[in-house]
């Protein structure tokens, strides 16, 4: 990418790379204004789950909670990195993003726990697991949403179980954050 950028740039262009993920203070950004539109349509969730692997994801969304005043513990479930990692790069794109912004660090909430659960990757990114493998045939038998087998269909497995073991309260609102991936489910 940095190659094909530099030739772009060499011939008048001005080339934007954009690195796995998106995992940028920009791309948290993004996910940071979805906690504002999910406010404005009326739902506050208790819990956000959703699949983390860069990072970009889950600091945009503790991000947007701490900026928007939502409480909501945001949950990745890791698809390839161990959870120490992974929260270390969440919590320096939160602080890179506020850097930018001219914020606050703790207005963007690197004061927040960084919750990585990273007990469903299996043998690693790109390889479904059989949790994966129920949670993608669930979700689309029962619920009509179309998951790819190895980043959000992990994440919807660990939903799953900790729905099975009552890791969530009747009373509680969880949103399940869907970030795509189905062009996967055909690779």
Known sequence: MAAVAKEMATAGRRPYVIPLGASTPLGAAGFALGIQEILASG???????HASSSGGTQAGLIAGCALYGLKARVLGIS????????AATVRGIIEALADRLGGSRTAFGADRDVDV???????????????SREALTMAARHEGVVLDPVYTAKAMAGMIERIRRGGFSAAQTVLFWHTGGQAGLFA
């Open 43 to 49: 739902l506050r969730p208790d819990i956000i789950v």
């Open 79 to 86: 698809a390839d990195e161990p959870s120490a990692s992974l």
């Open 117 to 131: 659960d990273d007990g469903f990757v299996g043998e690693g990114y790109g390889v479904p697991t059989d949790g």
